[in-house]
């Protein structure tokens, strides 16, 4: 699902944000990536998605080599990969419904689909009862699932998420760890979320990728502990 | 792309039009000026062309023939030249006819060319459509060799010629600038809607739209604009000349009226230039909005 191998990322003012960094996350895997600020995190996740290139190895998502990879077969790629960020990037002046709706006119999809699918995703994010509401109107939580249900919508084989709890009460964090952790075990999607709220990983556990100064320091199975 | 994707597209499009409406009313009045002057430009040189056409049609070069020149080889002559193509007009003025006009010219003293009935040569009047290309005309004068002396307006001629020339690179010069300022001002409209939806782009662009998909509502925002502009500017034309065209043709300067008389009338012109407008605002507003995205696209 996702490979970096000996991967290095040199920024154009010589900053090196990644150094020689190699990983792998199967299908169907749930995985925390943390980190202190500068570390790397946001470097990773720019690598992933193609925004940059590494400036040496080679990145493999979903099966698309993103070194090279063509202009052309961008779209085709990014439908493969959700995002979910920790400011939500939702449309102010639409609806829940028309939010959840984007992702899936952009990729083509017909206005039928569109109005049966949609019902089923804000389900999925318990949001159904909020449709025609606007993000202003919405709770930090409730516009984060909103930007889950977007996310999910085109049914990606994989879903990046980038601080998801980072602008959202402790309370409501969880919540939608809890629900990213039930879309990756119902969903089968592959998860990887990038966090710095350590709580949140022990509170959970599970497979956890650490990085500081552009290296993986950890990389292993971090135990359960359901106290904050 | 579907039916329903291109349906979404034009609505999005239209909607982003009454979004940014005062960048939208700016661009389009901006552009009506712009296509306005541009209409002007093109009636005021076609009307400057035909006026020159007709000046030039009023300019005759004259062939004095000399008195050994049989009849029969005058008339043989006339019909050489009528035949050449860029003779319009030919008048024969016999010894007899020139005298009199000299002395119908000097009107009450007529009586001083008494005696000199035999003087003035026979001459044949020619009219041109083009003067500054008589190369046959010349030609086939020197092959008739008919003539003594041959009077041709040449200075006038290229005085003409240069004017009817900095018309048209004047024209063209302006033609060119006014594009150039109304793509720049559409695409500074178009700008501010792209920027005001940054958000939406660079989320489309996350879930895998294609760069086509985020271009055609900015393009038919562009259009619509260019298209609406052309039709106001039309308007405006229409209006505009047909009051010039009357104030000209109730003046009393013999200038005015002359120009008035060879002016491009907008009823013919009508198809040429509402083609003109439509496609200059179209073009302006696709290429404006093409220009003003480039950036967003790239990541």
């Known amino acids: ?228 | 792309m579907k039916g329903s994707s291109i349906g979404y597209l034009s609505k999005e499009g239209l909607k982003n039009i009454w979004i940014n409406r005062l960048m939208s009313v700016a661009s389009v009045g901006i552009l009506s000026a712009c296509l306005l002057i541009l209409g002007f430009t093109i009636l005021i040189s076609a009307s400057l062309n035909s006026m020159m056409k007709y000046i030039e049609g009023q300019v005759e070069i004259v062939l004095f023939i000399r008195d050994d020149v049989s009849e029969e080889k005058i008339e043989q002559a006339r019909g050489a030249f009528l035949g050449c193509e860029n003779v319009t007009g030919l008048i024969h003025t016999t010894k007899q006819e020139a005298f009199l006009e000299q002395q119908e010219a000097l009107g009450d003293k007529g009586y001083l060319l008494t005696g000199l009935e035999d003087v003035f040569p026979a001459s044949f009047r020619i009219t041109v459509e083009n003067l500054s290309d008589i190369s046959e005309f010349r030609a086939l004068a020197g092959q008739l060799d008919i003539h003594e002396a041959m009077r041709i307006p040449e200075d006038f001629a290229n005085t003409l010629v240069n004017i009817r020339n900095a018309v048209s690179s004047f024209s063209i010069v302006a033609i060119i600038a006014l594009v150039i300022i109304s793509v720049i001002v559409i695409s500074n409209t178009i700008r501010a809607s792209v920027f005001a939806r940054r958000t939406e782009i660079g989320i489309m662009k996350q879930v895998g739209a294609t760069d086509n998909f985020i271009r055609i509502p900015f393009i038919i925002e562009g259009a619509v604009i260019g298209l609406i502009a052309a039709g106001l500017a039309f308007g405006l034309l229409h209006f505009s000349y047909a009051q010039l065209s009357n104030s000209m043709g109730l003046s009393n300067s013999p200038f005015l009226t002359g120009f008035f008389d060879n002016m491009a009338s907008l009823e013919v012109m009508r198809g040429q230039i509402i083609l003109y407008f439509a496609s200059g605002g179209l073009v302006t507003g696709v290429i404006s909005s093409v220009l003003s995205l480039r950036s967003y696209l790239k990541v």
């Open chain 1, 1 to 228: 699902m996702i490979d970096l191998k000996n991967v290095t990322f040199v920024y154009d003012n010589g900053f090196t944000a990644l150094k020689n960094v190699s990983l792998s996350v199967a299908k169907g895997e749930f995985v925390f990536v943390i980190g202190s600020s500068g570390a790397g995190k946001s470097s990773m996740l720019k690598l992933l998605t193609r925004e940059t290139l590494p400036t040496s190895g080679k990145v493999v998502v979903n099966g698309f080599n993103l070194g090279q990879l063509k202009r052309k077969h961008l779209p085709k790629f990014r439908r493969s990969v959700g995002m979910v960020f920790q400011d939500f990037r939702l449309i102010k002046t639409m609806n829940v419904f028309d939010n959840v709706a984007f992702s899936l006119r952009v990729t083509n999809h017909s206005s039928r689909f569109i109005r049966t699918h949609v019902p089923y995703v804000l389900k999925l994010v318990q949001l159904e009862d909020k449709a025609k509401m606007y993000p202003r109107e919405l709770s930090g939580g409730e516009q984060q699932r909103v930007a889950i249900a977007r996310a999910l919508a085109i049914d990606p084989p994989l879903l990046v998420a980038d601080e998801p709890t980072g602008n959202i009460d402790p309370e409501l964090s969880l919540q939608i760890v809890e629900l990213l952790r039930r879309i990756n075990s119902y969903c089968g999607t592959t998860i990887m979320m990038v966090t710095h709220e350590h709580d949140v990983v022990r509170y959970f556990g599970g497979r956890t990728i650490s990085i500081e100064d552009g290296k993986i320091d950890y990389d292993g199975v971090i135990n359960k502990n359901n106290r904050r």
